[in-house]
């Protein structure tokens, strides 16, 4: 029996998760297997808030952002199972994380987050986040659904 892999679109991903812009950091949710793992991406754009000021001259986005929009895939494949529908998932701590390249207006950051303990309102997972085939940063998180 194969896994139901499911995809949505940002009108979907806004009905899932309270993020708006400029905090909503995923664009699309390509694949995700409910209870599993999740695959996305964010384009970057010069026009992100962010870039201004991060670095006037040497846009970067934020290390921080980079963690918060894996945060946010996370949070997408919870809202798919129907004991966690409707609830808010936040951050309860993060470990192990590194930041290993660069990112860029232009690029596209592709993200993907595995769950890998669920444990009624306590989730740890794994993501990482690349541009391209380079590593862009990783991170072990846990997840509190309040």
Do not use: W
């Amino acid at each position: 029996m194969s896994e139901e892999k499911l995809s949505f679109d940002v009108m979907e991903i806004m009905s899932m998760i309270p993020h708006r812009y400029p905090f909503l950091l995923i664009d699309k949710i390509t694949e995700c297997v409910p209870g599993k793992y999740s695959k996305g991406y964010k384009n970057l754009t010069i026009n992100e808030p962010f870039f201004q000021g991060h670095f006037p001259g040497n846009p970067i986005m934020p290390g921080v952002l980079q963690a918060e929009a894996l945060a946010q895939l996370g949070a997408g494949i919870l809202m798919t199972l129907p004991e966690y529908k409707g609830k808010l998932v936040v951050y309860a701590g993060i470990d192990n994380c590194r930041f290993k390249s660069i990112v860029r207006p232009g690029d596209r950051l592709d993200m993907y987050v595995e769950l890998t303990k669920v444990r009624g309102p306590v989730i740890k997972s794994h993501g990482q986040a690349h541009v391209g085939e380079k590593l862009a940063m990783e991170a072990d998180m846990i997840f509190s659904v309040v």
